[in-house]
């Protein structure tokens, strides 16, 4: 079965951190451009980070910019988005996505091919 699956959500105060990680099953994320997305209560979902295949092009959303860090260890098939300074805003569901991208150097934030179910991230004081 090919699935994402996101962890390490969880509840955290004001100006900590928390880092979320999405692992696949069922295929290798080396062909995939990964993106993260979230989606607050009464909110539209939004992507907020996204990497290229290699790793070596990110991008970020300027509400995340300086705070969070996207990376990938295609040994471990798994991508990660390291949240710091977080603000209660951030509270919300995030999503990691896959999009097999074999031909840019990019990514994108459109079209995804596989979604994770989400993890639920809680800044709070």
């Known amino acids: 079965q090919l699935q994402l699956v996101e962890s390490g959500g969880g509840l955290v105060q004001p100006g900590g951190s928390l880092r979320v990680s999405c692992a696949a099953s069922g295929f290798t994320l080396d062909y995939y451009a990964i993106a993260w997305f979230r989606q607050a209560p009464g909110k539209e979902r939004e992507g907020i980070s996204c990497i290229s295949t290699s790793g070596g092009s990110t991008n970020y959303a300027d509400s995340v910019k300086g705070r969070f860090t996207i990376s990938r260890d295609n040994a471990k098939n798994t991508v990660y988005l390291q949240m710091n300074s977080l603000k209660a805003e951030d509270t919300a569901v995030y999503y990691c996505?896959?999009?097999?991208?074999?031909?840019?150097?990019?990514?994108?934030?459109?079209?995804?091919?596989?979604w994770g179910k989400g993890t639920l991230v809680t800044v709070f004081s």
């Open positions: 996505a896959a999009k097999r991208l074999t031909w840019r150097r990019d990514c994108v934030y459109y079209d995804m091919d596989y």
